[in-house]
């Protein structure tokens, strides 16, 4: 038979229990140990990137000697000679066409992104929801299962090598993941905000550019870097798109390509620190943007979990 329950009496009124202290002794070696480890890993993420690029930059200020007989060796002339020589051999056109290419198709991918998003996230409608996993299962598919219909679409466009025609397709790649994004984030407004801008006489028009997009600033802005970085570094879709057509139609490359078309150049006279310095240009704009926008980044990708 098991033993009989003592019930505990109540303190009496006017009295307080006394607590037993709680010692922090051992809850505060498994948070110095787990800060240790992650501050550890994070150091070790840390050098396993940095130390690549810091091996690209300087390679650059190299020359084929001290590259083929170190790798790890520091460079003993420094000079900006080879980024003239690079940019001279075509990286600055490539440059030219990359920069032309996004310029339109970063804004518009977020402009028509934003627009689907904002209709699919404060509107209800028959075959919304069929809808938005359209353009979600859009961000699964993989575009290798595209390029043979994509390339025979563009060339009856009569769009091959030209602006318009990357620029399209890069839109139209570029929008699932925007849609995707961006409709999480329009959900988290408030809709006391939407309303009272519909009771005020706002057209939908009117709310959606002066009053909502404002708002979702800091998620516009973090789509927009990962676009950017995305179609800048894009390298499968120029490469079927923008080849030119015949021997009057002149290159189109973009970065990513030329810097292929650089190396195969080169052939048998090898100039390895004009291809490291081809490389330094392409990579030098793209991390100038991340580090400048870096703390709207991950305001954007908070915000949405905070509201």
């Known amino acids: 038979m098991s033993a009989p329950i003592k019930e505990t009496a109540p303190a009496p009124a006017g009295r307080t229990v006394a607590k037993v ?15 240790v480890f992650s501050h550890g890993f994070l ?13 690209l930059v300087l ?4 020359t084929d000697a001290q ?7 520091w460079p003993q002339n420094w000079t900006l000679g080879v980024f003239g020589r690079a940019w001279d051999k075509g990286i600055g056109d ?38 938005y996993y359209f353009f979600v299962a859009g961000a699964m598919f993989p575009v290798f299962l595209a390029l043979v219909p994509l390339f025979f679409m ?37 809709t006391a905000v939407f309303e009272a801008a519909i009771l005020d006489g706002a057209s939908h028009t009117r709310t959606f550019f002066q009053v909502m997009l404002p708002m979702a600033k800091p998620g516009l802005i973090s789509v927009g870097i990962f676009n950017t970085l995305g179609q800048w570094n894009q390298f499968i879709l120029p ?17 990513t390509q030329g810097l292929i078309q650089l190396q195969q150049q080169q052939g048998y006279a090898s100039d390895l620190p004009v291809l490291f310095a081809g490389v330094t240009i392409a990579m030098i704009p793209m991390l100038v943007v991340y580090l400048s ?9 908070t915000s949405a979990t905070l509201k």
């Open 21 to 35: 202290p709680v010692r922090p002794d051992d809850r505060r070696g498994e948070g110095v140990v787990l800060n």
């Open 59 to 62: 390679s650059a200020f190299k």
């Open 293 to 301: 926008f870096q703390r709207q980044v991950q305001a954007g990708l």
């Open 94 to 131: 490539y440059f030219l066409n990359t920069v032309i290419v996004l310029v339109f198709s970063v804004p518009l991918t977020m402009l028509f992104g934003s627009m689907a998003a904002y209709v699919l996230a404060r509107y209800p409608f028959r075959g919304n929801r069929l809808l």
């Open 239 to 255: 490469t079927v798109l923008m080849q030119p057509q015949s021997g009057d139609d002149p290159e189109r490359y973009v970065l």
């Open 43 to 55: 150091a070790l993420w840390a050098l396993l990137i940095v130390l690549p690029l810091l091996w």
């Open 67 to 73: 590259i083929g007989g170190s790798a790890l060796g």
């Open 154 to 190: 563009v060339k009856r466009l009569d769009m091959l090598n030209t602006y318009q025609g990357l620029i399209l397709v890069y839109i139209a790649y570029s929008m699932p993941f925007t849609v995707f994004f961006m409709h999480a984030f329009f959900r988290t407004l408030p």
